[in-house]
């Protein structure tokens, strides 16, 4: 929504969507009536005018209608609990709590790295060249895994 001249808040995805609508529909018309006048003369030369005046703009105007349009939808306030709006709950849909997370064993670092992480961290999870921290003093905690609190 943007604010208006009085400051009341005006419904951008309402203007959008009428606003493509009318381009939708005005450059159909135009494409109908370039149509016809190109149908009604045998030269090409005399077929150029409909073209460079009607059924260009026409085109322009409906690809013109369709993104408005789609910044319509994509703007447009969705209602909680309708499809396809976000969840308002972050575990929404969940059957199990999340797993906590695993600090059986020591922090992990790879060679040459500043984090320490725990072992389940996915940035170490698959990583052979991991070796235990060792309580280095110089190592940051993984911002991903958090090894141990700050």
């Not at 190109?38 to 005018?49: H, N």
């Not at 575990?91 to 600090?103: E, I, M, N, R, V």
């Given at each position: 929504m943007s604010e208006g001249k009085d400051g009341t808040l005006v419904p951008t995805a309402r203007f959008l969507l009428w606003g493509g609508l009318v381009a939708a529909a005005g450059g159909a018309v135009l494409c109908v009536l370039g149509w016809y006048?190109?149908?009604?003369?045998?030269?090409?030369?005399?077929?150029?005018?409909y073209l460079a005046s009607c059924t260009v703009p026409g085109a322009a105007l409906l690809v013109a209608g369709a993104v408005l349009v789609a910044a319509a939808v994509r703007t447009a306030p969705t209602v909680p609990g309708e499809p396809g709006?976000?969840?308002t709950d972050p575990?929404?849909?969940?059957?199990?709590?999340?797993?906590?997370?695993?600090?059986d064993g020591p922090?992990?670092?790879v060679p040459g790295g500043t984090l320490a992480h725990r072992p389940d961290c996915p940035l170490v999870a698959d990583r052979a060249d991991a070796v235990p921290a060792a309580g280095d003093p110089a190592l940051a905690p993984c911002p991903v895994c958090e090894p141990w609190p700050p």
């Open positions: 006048g190109i149908s009604g003369e045998r030269f090409a030369e005399r077929q150029l005018p709006a976000p969840a575990t929404a849909g969940w059957t199990d709590p999340p797993p906590a997370p695993s600090s922090p992990l670092r």
